[in-house]
């Protein structure tokens, strides 16, 4: 049994409730490919809305989530409220929360553990700048970030991880497809030595950066690109094309 492809849309801090009605019923009356697992993350006012209106067998994931159950965090989210709301998914680590809000490698991993023993799936999203990559430094990098999570969280099965070089993200500069396989590759040898030769084989390693119905058909022919995780793209109709993109 191959990895499951899987695209995610992070609508980021977008869409008012009329658009985000729009995307939903445009992907609700599109034809996408059944063996695409699709999930859904509007901003968090908007999350059960999505819930709402999405059809069945697509899933809708939070931005963001806390590593407390309940209390005194003002502006938090947790692990249960999103659950009982039918939420399924959390993005966590994403370059945005590392870079502007300072999230460091071990919150993001203290969050990832709570969101996983709660039974929600992680979006788990990793990165280098371009200064990183430029001194060579893109594999110790994205590998120290998870190996953040991986001293916390033993059981892979409800993470997938995103891969998202942060000089691509919104800038319409994307990795080669070289670039990109090649990251995914030491990515998935990095989890067979650090976790385990199933985790290595079962997890599925996405791609964001720029991805558009234009580049997703190339990327998604690597033997270690298993689906993306779409920013702008994902509020587009274009967002259908990438979802089809194996099938097209």
């Not at 999350?47 to 697509?58: C, K, M, N, P, Y």
């Not at 945005?96 to 992680?122: C, M, N």
């Not at 497809?177 to 030769?197: G, M, P």
């Amino acid at each position: 049994m191959g990895r499951q492809f899987f695209v995610g849309g992070n609508f980021k801090m977008n869409g008012n409730i009329k658009s985000v009605k729009e995307i939903i019923s445009n992907i609700n009356q599109a034809k996408l490919d059944s063996d695409v697992e699709v999930v859904i993350a509007p901003p968090s006012l908007y999350l059960l809305l999505a819930r709402e209106h999405l059809r069945e067998g697509l899933e809708v994931a939070a931005q963001n989530v806390f590593d407390k159950p309940n209390g005194a965090f003002t502006g938090e989210i947790s692990v249960d409220q999103l659950k009982e709301s039918g939420i399924t998914w959390t993005i966590l680590g994403h370059s945005e929360r590392r870079v502007i809000l300072q999230e460091d490698d071990q919150f993001v991993a203290s969050k990832t553990k709570t969101a996983i023993d709660g039974g929600l799936g992680v979006i788990l999203c990793c990165g280098e700048s371009l200064e990183q990559r430029e001194a060579g430094k893109t594999i110790e990098v994205v590998t120290r970030q998870l190996k953040a999570v991986a001293d916390k969280v033993k059981d892979w099965s409800k993470i997938v991880v995103a891969y998202e070089p942060i000089w691509a993200i919104g800038t319409g500069k994307v990795a080669t497809t070289e670039q990109a396989q090649e990251v995914h590759a030491a990515l998935r040898e990095w989890l067979k030595k650090e976790v385990s030769s199933e985790a290595a084989e079962k997890t599925r390693i996405l791609y964001g950066g720029s991805v558009t119905e234009k580049n997703s058909g190339e990327l998604a022919k690597q033997p270690d690109i298993d689906g993306f995780l779409v920013g702008g793209a994902s509020l587009k109709p274009a967002f259908i094309d990438i979802i089809n993109c194996k099938s097209a």
